[in-house]
């Protein structure tokens, strides 16, 4: 009996800090779909209870969002820099990958790293000159400068990532389109590249969710509405003067980070297989 | 005698020699990645440099050389002095606090439980939604007036509205403020970090030493805690690099305020290099975090490979 109520204590404490990590994790995210279903009356009354509706849900916030400012547009600048850096990345970052894996020898090792290392350098170590260079190319408040900048850590990332699958590939397949007369680019284009596709398609999305995440050359870079991405645009461009539009700011929120929440979780294991590639073998 | 047919000589390309000598074909693959990142990473890193030591503004774009006085008024100032302390605050508090979180947190998804999948997902979200969003988010959590969390301390009766606390408008609440919310994003990164330690130890190595006599304390921090320090230390990279040069959170959330309190380096490069355009003062108050960097990244690394060895 003791034992029984024991056992009890034991597992309502265990689900009770599940719990509590959840709330924790999670409620930010709730109170983002909460606000921006919220009527303003409802959102600006301090007298209510916040956590739930004291009036009808309202869509006017999203409807707000849509046609009253550029947010169609920053999702599309944010497609747009997205697909073009994914391209970008995985023409400099596949040859490099297999290259490190596969046909440099032992210097691949140290140099492989040494580009992961590049990973490690901060955008608020390169902003100022990177600035610089944006604008004398003349890409200063345009979308172009960071389809530019941000292929700088993700062909880092990315080439960690892709080396890391290609070294767990067996060495025999890309032997045997050799034996069979293929040139030894060949074999990585015709055997290796269709063989890789799981491993392209999680670079693919990390270099397109990293693209998503960037916030500081964005920040730096570009003032000009029509052409930030959709980050920055709802975490600067809703304010007027003083006043936060938090109904639409949150709507905005919310729907930028849905894609991302979602691809992170399918393919975590194998973002972290790659970051840690190096460190268990 | 009928002769058999000779093979047909493809017609060699010209340059069908880069393709199939390794070295050569290997060098060629790579050089785009290289390039693209000596480009753009290292020119820029040399010119940071050079703006530090130059008298450059975008007002008067001039390499004039002017040694390390840049680096001596910075130093000499107090606002930096403050700025410094204060990032080395943010990063340490919020990675330990996120590490005792994650660890916690690994604790309990490392048991089976019913909905594990769901809430492993809840809990990655900090990490994997982007930050300059979430910060909003908890912007407005922490808003001076509609503050949810104010709402639930004054109605369980712990405050009064009168005495609720301007998170963000407190130094001490502030800084608090920003720590917290950078913890809250990095601590999935940490449970998902320990989680793949883990789950990479043997289980019979576990069995070995809980025949052997050893308790749950003995067993995680002798035997599991050294197994998965290697990886544990590229989580710690990352977490004290992203850390030490952020500028999303500390932008978005106080904006270096209330005057300067949660100012960091990062921040306060930005502030004089873009918003002032004082580059050269910019790039020399970013460049202190290069020592810190260095230290981190080459300390990692060397303990990564003697725990190889």
Not at chain 2, 108 to 124: D, E, K, N, Q, S
Not at chain 2, 189 to 208: E, Y
Not at chain 2, 225 to 230: A, H, K, Q, V, Y
Request: glycine share 8%.
């Amino acid at each position: 009996m003791r034992r029984a109520l024991l056992n009890i204590a034991g597992e309502s404490a265990f689900y009770s800090a599940v719990a509590a990590f959840v709330v924790l994790t999670a409620f930010p995210f709730y109170w983002m779909l909460i606000t921006s279903l919220k009527s303003n009356p409802d959102l600006y009354n301090v007298t209510n209870i916040p956590f739930w509706f004291n009036e009808t849900p309202t869509l006017e916030h999203f409807q707000y969002l849509f046609e009253q400012t550029l947010f169609a547009r920053w999702l599309l600048n944010s497609l747009i820099i997205g697909l073009c850096v994914v391209a970008i990345t995985l023409t400099a970052a596949l040859p490099a990958g297999y290259s490190l894996a596969r046909m440099v020898g032992r210097n691949g090792e140290a140099l492989g790293i040494g580009i992961f290392l590049t990973y490690l350098v901060p955008p608020t170590l390169l902003f100022l000159p990177l600035s610089r260079i944006v604008a004398s190319l003349g890409l200063q408040n345009s979308m172009w400068s960071l389809v530019l900048v941000y292929p700088t850590f993700t062909i880092p990332f990315c080439t960690w990532l892709l080396m890391g699958f290609f070294k767990a590939m067996p060495v025999e397949i890309a032997e045997a389109a050799i034996v069979d007369g293929c040139s030894l680019f060949g074999a990585f284009v015709r055997m290796v590249l269709p063989l890789s596709l799981p491993a392209i398609l999680t670079a693919v999305i990390f270099t397109f969710t990293l693209t998503l995440q960037e916030f500081v050359y964005a920040l730096t870079f570009i003032s000009a509405s029509a052409q930030k991405p959709v980050t920055l645009g709802v975490a600067t461009d809703l304010v007027r003067g003083d006043i936060f539009f938090w109904g639409e700011i949150m709507a905005g929120a919310l729907i930028a980070s849905i894609p991302v929440a979602i691809a992170y979780n399918l393919f975590l294991d194998r973002f972290i297989s790659g970051i840690t590639g190096g460190a268990v073998k | 005698m009928v002769s058999i047919a000779e093979p047909i000589a493809k017609p060699a390309s010209r340059y069908r020699f880069i393709l199939d000598r390794r070295d050569v074909l290997g060098s060629v693959m790579v050089a785009p990645a290289i390039l693209y990142v000596l480009l753009l990473v290292g020119l820029p890193f040399l010119l940071a440099v050079y703006y530090s030591v130059s008298a450059y503004t975008i007002y008067d774009p001039s390499w004039h050389f002017v040694g390390l006085s840049n680096f001596r008024q910075i130093v000499s100032n107090p606002v930096f002095q403050d700025t410094l302390a204060n990032t080395f605050l943010f990063t340490f508090g919020s990675q330990f606090l996120g590490l005792v979180l994650g660890k916690f947190g690994a604790l309990l998804l490392m048991r089976p439980f019913p909905g594990r999948t769901i809430v492993r997902a809840l809990i990655i979200l900090p990490w994997a939604v982007p930050i300059a969003l979430a910060t909003v988010a908890w912007e407005w959590m922490f808003d001076s007036l509609y503050s949810v969390i104010n709402w639930t301390l004054i109605s369980l009766g712990i405050i009064t509205r009168s005495e609720a606390p301007n998170w963000l408008g407190n130094p001490h609440l502030a800084m608090l403020c920003v720590i917290v919310v950078n913890a809250w994003r990095f601590f999935p990164f940490a449970i998902v970090i320990f989680l793949a330690g883990m789950t990479s130890i043997p289980q019979d190595v576990i069995d070995a030493a809980t025949v052997d006599g050893a308790g749950f304390w003995r067993r995680n921090y002798q035997i599991v805690l050294p197994m998965i320090m290697p990886i544990v230390a590229v989580g710690l990279i990352f977490g004290i690099v992203f850390t030490f040069t952020d500028l999303s959170v500390v932008f978005l959330l106080t904006n270096g305020g209330p005057v300067g309190a949660t100012s960091v380096l990062g921040f306060e490069g930005f502030q004089v290099g873009i918003v002032s355009g004082d580059v050269s003062h910019g790039a020399a108050i970013s460049l202190f975090m290069l020592p810190v960097l260095f230290f981190v990244v080459v300390g990692m690394l060397r303990f990564i490979r003697r725990r190889e060895i």
